[in-house]
């Protein structure tokens, strides 16, 4: 793939060897629950009224099109934390801008996509990104393989954890989101709608990431750290989420990155003059307390929780290759993040 078109999107290595096995995944609803994790609980006061709801087949921006409707607010007061896969159940919590008038009581709420668990109030809005993480429960069907090639990967990717990759949600349909971005950056095409550019960027930058992260897997480095890495909390080495200002690494992690970024470079100086800042993500994501049963020769179920922005399609992919049913394949499932 070369910097000048990006009409898909490159198989990027996985850490450990291909089980050969396969599943279905997301048959039905219940075939995968999210729970968000809150960074914090309603105080029972302030402006806001936040709602704790489960949904069951519909996605996050619809839900949240119907609470201002029920509530008689503008879409915009409206706010949640993270998109939520539509084909599952779900439970995340929103929030409604309601400063003033006597408080809509929303647990009456009647609607077959979703229920208001219930609601209090807060001091502020629910924003993207204020969520500790998601938990999941997963169940795979028509599984198919070697149990064993499975199991040894299962534990190698509960003892080790997986590659950060962006999952492929993150890219569109066929991964076109990459596409329109490098031509939106490239000023080929105007994008006058801030959401879409909004998503445009983030594939973009999501895309250079997976590409350090998977050179790094080309030349062995699962595991390991270069010199000149930038570590997180955990002392996991980071790579770039791409913006304005140098990377922070230095030594061969530094060359690596640019090396990377000299190959992407429309997308790369693209960023940088879209006002987007230099940050940084792990390269490992570690599912934390996982677990899995067979209740059925055919039938894996996996529990385990993660991090907010790290995705659960990235640590299937590690065990088993999955297919969902053609439902599914418009593009329009946003990750649990």
């Not at 105080?43 to 709602?51: D, K, M, P, Q, T």
């Not at 009456?108 to 993480?133: A, I, N």
């Not at 996996?302 to 053609?326: H, K, M, Q």
Request: net charge negative; hydrophobic share 35%.
């Amino acid at each position: 793939m070369t910097d000048a078109q990006y009409t898909t999107l490159p198989q990027w290595p996985n850490a450990y060897p291909a089980s050969g096995a396969s599943a279905t995944l997301k048959r039905l609803n219940e075939d995968f629950i999210v729970t968000e994790l809150p960074l914090q609980l309603p105080s029972g006061a302030g402006e806001h009224i936040w709602l704790d709801i489960e949904k069951n087949g519909a996605n996050t921006a619809y839900v949240a099109q119907q609470l201002a409707e029920a509530a008689g607010v503008n879409e915009w007061d409206v706010g949640y934390a993270g998109l939520k896969d539509r084909y599952a159940i779900t439970r995340q919590w929103f929030s409604i801008y309601f400063p003033k008038g006597e408080t809509p009581e929303l647990t009456q709420l009647q609607h077959p996509e979703f229920k208001v668990l219930s609601q209090s109030r807060h001091v502020k809005k629910l924003r993207p990104g204020d969520l500790q993480g998601n938990r999941f429960r997963i169940v795979l069907r028509d599984v198919t393989g070697s149990r064993d090639a499975i199991e040894a990967n299962l534990q190698a990717v509960a003892s080790q954890g997986v590659p950060n990759y962006f999952g492929a949600q993150r890219f569109g349909f066929d991964g076109g989101n990459v596409e329109q971005g490098r031509a939106m950056l490239a000023r080929e095409i105007r994008v006058r709608n801030p959401k879409k550019k909004g998503i445009y960027l983030s594939a973009v930058r999501s895309f250079v990431f997976n590409e350090v992260l998977a050179l790094r897997m080309q030349q062995g480095l699962w595991g390991k750290t270069l010199p000149g890495d930038v570590m997180d909390d955990a002392g996991r080495p980071t790579g770039p989420l791409w913006g304005r200002g140098r990377v922070t690494t230095t030594d061969e992690a530094q060359a690596l990155e640019n090396g990377v970024a000299e190959r992407h470079a429309t997308l790369c100086d693209g960023m940088e003059h879209a006002g987007l800042d230099q940050d940084r993500r792990s390269l490992v994501a570690s599912p934390v307390d996982m677990t899995w049963e067979w209740p059925q020769a055919d039938e894996l179920v996996l529990t385990f929780a993660l991090p907010a922005g790290e995705y659960a399609t990235t640590v299937l992919n590690e065990i088993l290759s999955t297919t969902e049913p053609e439902r599914h394949t418009e593009g329009e499932l946003p990750a649990a993040e």
